[in-house]
């Protein structure tokens, strides 16, 4: 089989799209379940009491990653928005307004987790420290691109218009990873690293198996979203009448 | 028709839409005004809500001053395409050879011109109330005369990104203000590193940086944005 009689953009067109979304979105689903369910009992039973901050730091095991898949997803929402204005795909835009969603919430939990941590540990619900700041700016950032996509009554308009304010927004995602860098602040360090983690082994696992949960969430519930954006868009289409009747 | 078209020079085409949108703000002197008037009133609300202490007034200065002028240029960015979309000729620049990025470029530069520059302009007047020294006046207006262009540049994006769509202004409030951020942490935050006994040369070559960067990728995303609001 030669390169080009792969049908590279096969999956590109909704109807296609949605029945492979169907078919994967219950995968991901029971990976989301069994992980979540792994790491939370790591986190509360096998990580043991943190010598310094005691039983509160355990509220990182939500934070961690929840910070890492907003940022993360803002990146790959802004990867779907600059690939359906580069290649016209409709699934693009219709994949970026799914993740939008998610990636707010997620801004907002990590926000508020980091309240409850910020709390005992800081003495404060918040701490005007750049990390906080910058995640507020993200959330401010998905506000604005739902805002936007909700204000554009063309759907398509509404993709193309979102795609540009994605990109131009993705400008600030890595303002934020390096502000911890360039502002020097009350936020403790990073506490994972290439170079080797400060923290004990079980605290580690427990948020690894955290994160990778997280990342299961999003993709399920991404993958939903997306199948009810595509029936709601292509609701005209025969297909659609013949694939809501089978339900 | 033997006589071919005389190609137009992009200076030139610069020099024209730069004309045209400041003749045209002169006579809608309305419109430039407002948002000056607007940067008073909110600069001269702080005292009243804060209190009259001197101490308390100078430590807010760069920051009252500061956001109270990214406000009052957001007030003015819809104009610069509104009008011109509500009478057509926004669709001839678009089809017009000229690369539309130079008429965004120069759209720009004049919403800085008109509201901009004169809000460097009236910054050290304002600044005075506050009790901001001479120094800190000169450090104040030139972090606004680095900062706003980059703020006119950024606000386009919106302005074209917003275009005929329903309650535009807030919208375009929420769109723009957190890309501002970056402009004023340094902007204010050149005139408090000052105050404080610390160089500046770090912000005010941040701002310049950032208003380089604006200036390269701003027209690009503004074109991108009002062919898909005119499509």
């Not at chain 1, 890492?68 to 802004?78: C, E, H, K, N, P």
Request: glycine fraction near 8%; include cysteine; proline fraction near 4%.
């Amino acid at each position: 089989m030669k390169l080009r009689d792969i049908h590279w953009f096969k999956f590109a067109a909704p109807q296609n799209f949605y029945y492979l979304a169907g078919r994967m979105w219950p995968w991901f689903a029971a990976l989301a379940a069994v992980l979540t369910l792994i790491g939370l009992w790591i986190s509360f039973f096998v990580a043991p009491v943190d010598a310094q901050q005691g039983q509160g730091y355990r509220i990182i095991f939500v934070h961690v990653p929840a910070s890492q898949m907003s940022m993360f997803i803002y990146l790959v929402m802004a990867g779907w928005a600059g690939f359906g204005l580069a290649f016209k795909t409709r699934l693009s835009g219709m994949m970026a307004s799914a993740l939008a969603p998610t990636g707010a919430l997620f801004a907002f939990l990590s926000l508020v987790t980091g309240a409850f941590w910020g709390k005992p540990m800081w003495g404060a619900w918040w701490v005007w420290d750049a990390r906080l700041t910058s995640e507020l700016i993200l959330l401010f950032l998905y506000l604005g691109f739902l805002a936007l996509q909700a204000s554009i009554d063309d759907p398509r308009r509404a993709d193309k218009a979102c795609a540009v304010l994605a990109l131009v927004g993705a400008v600030n995602v890595p303002i934020i990873y390096f502000s911890v860098k360039w502002w020097n602040t009350l936020h403790q360090g990073a506490s994972v690293s290439m170079k080797g983690a400060s923290m004990a082994t079980p605290m580690l696992m427990g948020m690894l198996v955290m994160v990778v949960a997280f990342w299961m969430y999003t993709i399920t519930i991404t993958l939903l979203r997306v199948r009810s954006i595509i029936l709601d868009r292509e609701r005209h289409t025969e297909w659609v009448k013949h694939a809501v009747a089978q339900h | 028709m033997s006589s071919a078209v005389k190609p137009v020079g992009l200076g030139f085409v610069l020099l024209a839409v730069l004309k045209r949108e400041i003749s045209l703000g002169m006579r809608q002197k309305g419109e430039v005004l407002t948002p000056l008037m607007f940067f008073a009133v909110v600069a001269s609300l702080f005292p009243l809500g804060v209190g009259a202490e001197s101490n308390l007034l100078l430590r807010m200065a760069p920051g009252v001053l500061w956001v109270s002028a990214l406000l009052a240029a957001m007030l003015s960015l819809q104009r610069m395409f509104a009008m011109d979309h509500a009478d057509g000729s926004l669709e001839q620049m678009v089809l017009s050879p000229t690369p539309l990025g130079l008429l965004v470029l120069a759209k720009a530069l004049a919403h800085f011109l008109l509201s901009g520059l004169p809000l460097v302009l009236m910054a050290p007047i304002l600044g005075l109330q506050f009790g901001l020294d001479g120094r800190g006046l000169a450090i104040l207006m030139l972090t606004l005369l680095l900062g706003t262009p980059t703020l006119s540049l950024i606000g386009s994006i919106g302005a074209a990104l917003t275009l005929g769509v329903r309650g535009a202004g807030v919208l375009l409030s929420l769109l723009i203000l957190p890309l501002y951020i970056p402009v004023l942490i340094f902007g204010a935050g050149a005139v408090e590193a000052d105050a404080a006994g610390l160089g500046i040369g770090g912000h005010l070559s941040l701002l310049a940086a950032l208003l380089v960067l604006s200036l390269f990728f701003t027209p690009l995303a503004t074109s991108a944005a009002l062919r898909i609001s005119l499509e």
